[in-house]
């Protein structure tokens, strides 16, 4: 069966690409370090943002390595069914436009930019070796798995900070993911190439898009290994983060459709290589600014009010967690006694109740009452982020995008407590 054979060629490629590629291991290993700078600069804006335990470096690379690899896994097989082909220096120009973009914005160092960069340049330039086709697939699978990563994984690896929003104090939510692609393509043979290529395969099936070597009466392709990169940048103020990460997969899905239909037109009519290019750039950063738009323009969710205290997050595993309360639920009595603050919070769970009752307000605007008993510890704190007061708070401000993010947050009485 073709699959079972693409299959098992891909897990060929990607493990020798991982011990004997001399270029692919040296690149590889630099991605990562560009994403491990990335990633600190990133804790270091959120570090006391929200009083949130922020991912440790070291298990946020693990993660990202494995989904990326994950994905670059299944990306590799689609392409190859497809019988899409590249040349090798296709994905060494997107390394260094990448390179270029991720010194002055990382939300920038993503297939869909540099490839639809290439792509235009190639339009308008006739660069040799480079099919438009094939890098328009290319961006339009890679942007499907990313969509899927997204939605799959919505609200797990967002991070609540605070931002300044109408005269304000609002809380938000920080999504940002950058994932190393060690993505395995197929080369057409030439002599030259075939000397070098340990791992081919023989394509006997049907495919969409035709290998070039198939209209020379050549069915032989080797199999290569190239880093490239997926990133995903979101902020969230006017819905949970785990739905607006499913809205965002979901658009981003869109758009990949259009552009690999956009591709599949590119095979027979050259205007639609140009459209193609252009859309990969316009439709990627229309997604970005609409997302923006709604986010600046719609009713912030997480803000204080003026009867009880509204969550801003959820600490995982925590006594909150076990009992059912959500972000943006707003806590109005504990165990019969009405609460206004962190300290009032505080003062109701003092003597550590075995048993907790906690009246709150849903986002639907419904009374509820969570319950929890926990013997013999008792419940001395929930283990969640509260939207605090403006009068509660002083800060700093720092900036993410076009949001100020306020930074330091000191809240009154708080003492060395991360989370109530």
């Not at 693409?6 to 490629?13: G, I, L, N, Y």
């Not at 909150?320 to 609460?339: E, Q, W």
């Given at each position: 069966?073709?699959?079972?054979?693409?299959?098992?060629?891909?897990?060929?490629?990607?493990?020798?690409?991982?011990?004997?590629?001399?270029?692919?291991?040296?690149?590889?290993?630099?991605v990562?370090?560009?994403?491990k700078?990335?990633h600190?600069k990133?804790?270091?804006?959120?570090?006391?943002?929200?009083d949130?335990?922020v991912?440790?470096?070291?298990?946020s690379?693990?993660?990202?390595?494995?989904?990326?690899a994950?994905?670059?896994?299944?990306?590799?097989?689609v392409?190859?069914?497809?019988?899409?082909?590249?040349?090798?220096i296709?994905?060494d120009y997107m390394?260094v436009i990448?390179?270029?973009?991720?010194?002055?914005?990382?939300?920038y160092?993503?297939?869909?930019?540099?490839g639809g960069?290439?792509?235009?340049?190639?339009?308008?330039?006739?660069?040799?070796?480079?099919?438009?086709t094939?890098?328009?697939v290319?961006?339009?699978?890679?942007?499907?798995?990313?969509?899927?990563?997204?939605?799959?994984?919505?609200?797990?690896?967002?991070?609540?900070?605070?931002?300044?929003?109408?005269?304000?104090?609002?809380?938000?939510?920080i999504?940002k993911?950058?994932?190393?692609?060690p993505i395995?393509?197929?080369?057409?043979l030439?002599?030259?190439?075939?000397?070098?290529?340990?791992?081919?395969?023989?394509?006997?099936?049907?495919t969409?898009?035709k290998?070039?070597?198939?209209?020379a009466?050549?069915?032989?392709?080797g199999l290569?290994?190239?880093?490239s990169?997926?990133?995903?940048?979101?902020?969230?103020i006017?819905?949970?983060?785990?739905?607006k990460n499913?809205?965002?997969?979901?658009m981003?899905?869109?758009?990949?459709?259009?552009?690999?239909?956009?591709?599949?037109l590119?095979r027979?009519?050259?205007?639609f290589?140009?459209?193609?290019a252009?859309?990969?750039?316009v439709?990627?950063e229309?997604i970005?600014?609409?997302?923006?738009?709604?986010?600046?323009?719609?009713?912030?969710l997480?803000?204080?009010?003026?009867?009880?205290?509204?969550?801003?997050?959820?600490?995982?595993?925590?006594?909150?967690c076990?009992?059912?309360m959500?972000?943006g639920?707003?806590?109005?009595?504990?165990?019969?006694?009405?609460?206004?603050?962190?300290?009032?919070?505080a003062?109701?769970?003092?003597?550590?109740p075995?048993?907790?009752?906690?009246?709150?307000?849903?986002?639907?605007?419904?009374?509820k009452v969570?319950?929890?008993?926990?013997?013999?510890?008792g419940?001395?704190?929930?283990?969640?982020?509260?939207?605090?007061?403006?009068?509660?708070?002083?800060?700093?401000?720092?900036?993410?995008?076009?949001?100020n993010?306020?930074?330091?947050?000191?809240?009154?009485?708080?003492?060395?407590?991360k989370?109530?």
């Amino acid at each position: 069966m073709p699959v079972m054979n693409v299959f098992s060629a891909v897990a060929r490629e990607f493990l020798a690409a991982f011990i004997f590629n001399y270029r692919f291991i040296p690149v590889f290993v630099i991605v990562v370090l560009f994403i491990k700078i990335h990633h600190e600069k990133y804790v270091a804006l959120l570090t006391n943002a929200a009083d949130k335990p922020v991912k440790k470096i070291w298990e946020s690379l693990q993660e990202v390595i494995f989904y990326g690899a994950v994905t670059a896994f299944a990306a590799g097989v689609v392409l190859i069914l497809l019988g899409v082909t590249f040349k090798p220096i296709v994905f060494d120009y997107m390394i260094v436009i990448m390179s270029v973009f991720f010194l002055f914005n990382t939300r920038y160092m993503c297939i869909a930019y540099a490839g639809g960069i290439l792509a235009l340049v190639t339009v308008i330039f006739k660069i040799p070796d480079i099919n438009i086709t094939s890098l328009l697939v290319l961006i339009s699978v890679l942007q499907a798995f990313e969509s899927i990563l997204i939605y799959v994984g919505a609200g797990k690896s967002c991070e609540p900070v605070y931002i300044r929003h109408d005269e304000g104090i609002a809380g938000a939510f920080i999504t940002k993911k950058i994932w190393p692609i060690p993505i395995i393509f197929a080369v057409f043979l030439t002599q030259e190439i075939r000397e070098i290529m340990s791992n081919t395969i023989t394509v006997n099936w049907w495919t969409l898009f035709k290998p070039e070597t198939l209209y020379a009466g050549t069915i032989a392709l080797g199999l290569d290994c190239s880093v490239s990169v997926l990133s995903y940048d979101d902020m969230t103020i006017t819905m949970p983060p785990e739905k607006k990460n499913r809205v965002s997969a979901i658009m981003l899905m869109v758009y990949s459709g259009l552009l690999f239909i956009i591709a599949v037109l590119s095979r027979n009519m050259a205007i639609f290589k140009l459209l193609g290019a252009i859309f990969a750039l316009v439709g990627h950063e229309a997604i970005y600014f609409y997302n923006r738009h709604v986010e600046r323009h719609k009713e912030a969710l997480f803000v204080p009010v003026q009867r009880g205290v509204r969550v801003l997050d959820v600490l995982p595993e925590s006594n909150a967690c076990k009992m059912g309360m959500k972000r943006g639920d707003i806590i109005l009595s504990i165990n019969n006694m009405d609460v206004q603050t962190e300290e009032g919070i505080a003062e109701a769970l003092r003597k550590a109740p075995n048993y907790v009752w906690v009246k709150i307000l849903n986002a639907n605007g419904q009374e509820k009452v969570y319950e929890y008993k926990r013997f013999p510890e008792g419940v001395d704190k929930l283990g969640i982020i509260i939207v605090p007061r403006e009068n509660e708070v002083t800060y700093n401000v720092r900036y993410y995008g076009r949001f100020n993010i306020l930074k330091n947050l000191v809240k009154r009485f708080r003492g060395d407590r991360k989370s109530i």
